[in-house]
C-alpha cells in the first residue's frame, strides 16, 4: 500500500500540477534573445544554458567586461581580464589560454535563474 504524499510546504499553489514531467524548477530567462529555458535540476541548467550561451558569445563576453565585478581568469595564472571591450579578444585568457566562456556562461546562468 503506498499513500501518496502531498508536499505541505509549497502548498500556496492551489492547482495540482503533475509529478516528474512537468515539475520544472530553474527557469532561466535568456536576455539575449528572450528565449525561456526550464529544467529540473541545476545541473541541466547549466548544461542546456552553456549550449544556450554559445549562441551569444559575443554579447555575453561584451556584459561581462561591461559588469560590475572583475572577471578574472578561472585558474589561478593571476589574470584579469581589462574593462575595456576594445582590449578584450575573446574568453581565451592570453596568459595561459584557458577558456573562461564556461564559467562566465554558468555564473551568468547562476545570477540570471530563478528558481519555481
Ligand atoms: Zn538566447
Ligand atoms: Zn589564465
Redesign the pocket.
Known amino acids: 500500500m503506498t499513500v501518496p504524499t502531498r508536499r505541505s510546504d509549497s502548498d500556496q499553489n492551489s492547482d495540482e500540477k503533475e509529478h516528474d514531467d512537468t515539475s520544472v524548477t530553474y527557469h532561466f530567462v535568456c536576455g539575449f534573445c528572450d528565449e525561456v529555458l526550464e529544467t529540473e535540476s541545476i545541473d541541466g541548467m547549466y548544461d542546456r544554458g552553456t549550449a544556450h550561451l554559445e549562441d551569444h558569445r559575443n554579447d555575453l563576453l561584451v556584459s561581462f567586461v561591461n559588469g560590475p565585478r572583475q572577471n578574472r581568469?578561472e585558474?589561478d595564472?593571476g589574470?584579469v581580464f581589462p574593462i575595456d571591450i576594445d582590449s578584450v579578444d575573446g574568453f581565451e585568457?592570453p596568459?595561459?589560454?584557458?577558456d573562461n566562456f564556461g564559467s562566465l556562461a554558468r555564473r551568468h546562468l547562476y545570477w540570471e535563474m530563478e528558481l519555481v
Open positions: 581568469c585558474t595564472c589574470y585568457c596568459e595561459c589560454g584557458h
